[in-house]
């Protein structure tokens, strides 16, 4: 596998048995073990004032450099992803954030959320669904406004893009809709510098 394309997805990203394993998982249905959410009133991070009402929802963190994150339970849930990069021909660099979102169903009508990209710096995004669910996510052109992709959840898919490219995820209506997002760079095969990501 390799990534040519500024937004490539890919289904069955990894075994049914991994799948089924991280979704119970982070469900809490495996006895013994309960996942953490932390409550967060702003699913973005973005302060919209057109939007007096932002996304609510839940998240862990998993890592992050300069955090006081230190459980190494939730750090070793993201070696199987590690391994998945690695398999889409990319040279690893480092991890910027890599974190858990989950968004519960809240009407008949799926909401898109305020566009955003996660950091200010060159990146890759690698975002995984854990489960099948409703709630696109939707990438924009540079002005924020015009929609040029949509990705629908589903199980065992994963959408990998250039993280330049401005996007929001949306509310589910049906179920929990539970999302891994990991930031990372590259480095370029030829040189240790950090890999220009395919053009927008």
Do not use: C, W
Not at 137 to 161: H, L, M, N
């Amino acid at each position: 596998m390799n990534i040519k394309e500024p937004i490539t997805f890919y289904d069955n990203i990894m075994p049914l048995r991994h799948q089924n394993f991280t979704e119970n998982l982070l469900l809490s249905n495996i006895k013994g073990l309960s996942f953490p959410y932390y409550y967060t009133g702003n699913l973005t991070g973005v302060n919209d004032p057109s939007n007096p009402t932002p996304e609510r929802g839940f998240g862990t963190l998993l890592y992050a450099p300069n955090s006081n994150v230190k459980n190494d339970f939730l750090f070793q849930l993201l070696t199987p992803f590690y391994s998945l990069i690695n398999q889409l021909d990319l040279f690893l660099y480092q991890i910027s954030n890599s974190r858990v979102f989950l968004q519960l169903p809240s009407s008949n009508t799926s909401k898109i959320l305020v566009p955003h990209t996660d950091q200010k710096d060159p990146h890759l995004v690698f975002l995984y669904y854990v489960n099948d669910s409703d709630g696109d996510t939707v990438f924009y052109a540079q002005d924020r406004k015009t929609e040029i992709k949509r990705v629908s959840p589903k199980k065992g898919r994963a959408v990998i893009f250039n993280g330049e490219i401005p996007h929001s995820g949306s509310t589910p209506t049906k179920n929990e809709r539970l999302t891994i997002n990991i930031n990372f760079t590259t480095l370029d095969e030829n040189s240790i510098q950090i890999k220009k990501y395919p053009p927008i």
